[in-house]
């Protein structure tokens, strides 16, 4: 792998893992379609870890005012917006755990992310045109929080969009555009550490390379322009654009497969 190249995936990766249009897809396809070796696990690993960077620096007085107000007031609205984080990262976790070879061979085959790009976005239209979307955050009740949460866990396949699936059941459960991304982002902290923090314990030191800082470097970097042009820029839109990019995206792979550039 070359510097580039690193730079290439941890833009990849901060740009498509906050918009709902899967950052697992791209990671596995932008490298078949270039020709490219795929660069594992370990390197994916660092991405993410920049992702989750950003999320904690971009929500940073929410984070702190939410633990502190778990410690001093567990019964204020901030504490309860945290326990419910960390209910609905349950399903994603335990998905996680049992699929885990699933997800790492029979789930990366280019039609099954093609398919799941496509019906993830049917999802996000039919979502995203539903009435009277006006709930914020701490107005979601228990009941909406275990169905964002079961919708999570559908992300371990790549292509659905962990931010897609999520962002759909927000809109589901009534919330605002704006409020179910930004509860999605904040959603996305405890499955992404997570799975950090069990990634990392089974690494050679030798894996921390240059090549893993740089992907941690770029991909934070990036996913804070992806944070902020996504919350800013739904506040005046609707998500047709990414819904049209992920039917695109996925006809595309599929023709790919169709005529042979590249395999099943």
């Given at each position: 792998m ?8 941890g833009a ?11 950052s697992?897809?791209?990671?596995i396809?932008?490298?078949l ?8 696990l370990?390197f994916?690993?660092a ?11 971009y929500f940073?007085?929410?984070w702190?005012s ?7 007031q567990?019964?204020?609205?901030e504490?309860r917006?945290?326990?419910?984080l ?22 990366r ?5 093609a ?13 995203d ?6 709930k914020?955050?701490?107005?979601v009740?228990?009941k909406?929080?275990i169905?964002?949460g079961?919708a999570?866990a ?11 699936i ?16 930004k509860?999605?982002f904040?959603l ?14 089974k690494m050679?030191l030798s894996e921390?390379n ?8 770029t991909?934070m970097l990036?996913?804070?322009?992806s ?7 739904l ?9 049209i ?20």
């Amino acid at each position: 792998m070359s510097i580039t190249y690193a730079i290439i995936l941890g833009a990849l990766q901060g740009i498509t893992e906050f918009l709902p249009i899967s950052s697992s897809a791209h990671l596995i396809i932008v490298p078949l379609f270039l020709k490219n070796i795929y660069q594992g696990l370990t390197f994916d690993v660092a991405l993410h870890l920049g992702s989750m960077l950003a999320i904690i620096l971009y929500f940073f007085k929410d984070w702190v005012s939410m633990f502190k107000k778990a410690l001093t007031q567990p019964k204020s609205q901030e504490a309860r917006t945290l326990w419910f984080l960390l209910l609905a990262s349950l399903p994603a976790a335990l998905a996680g755990y049992k699929l885990e070879k699933a997800a790492e061979t029979f789930f990366r085959s280019p039609t099954i992310i093609a398919a799941a790009l496509i019906m993830g976005a049917i999802l996000l239209w039919i979502s995203d045109r539903k009435r009277n979307l006006v709930k914020e955050i701490k107005a979601v009740g228990l009941k909406e929080i275990i169905f964002i949460g079961i919708a999570q866990a559908l992300a371990i396949i790549p292509g659905v969009s962990r931010s897609g699936i999520t962002i759909t059941a927000g809109l589901l459960a009534g919330l605002k555009r704006e409020e179910a991304a930004k509860f999605s982002f904040l959603l996305a902290t405890p499955i992404i550490l997570g799975a950090g923090v069990l990634k990392i314990s089974k690494m050679e030191l030798s894996e921390l390379n240059l090549y893993f800082f740089i992907g941690i470097i770029t991909s934070m970097l990036t996913a804070i322009f992806s944070i902020r042009f996504l919350l800013k820029y739904l506040r005046k839109a609707n998500l047709s654009l990414f819904v049209i990019y992920r039917v695109i995206l996925g006809l595309a792979i599929l023709f790919a497969v169709t005529v042979g550039y590249i395999a099943k």
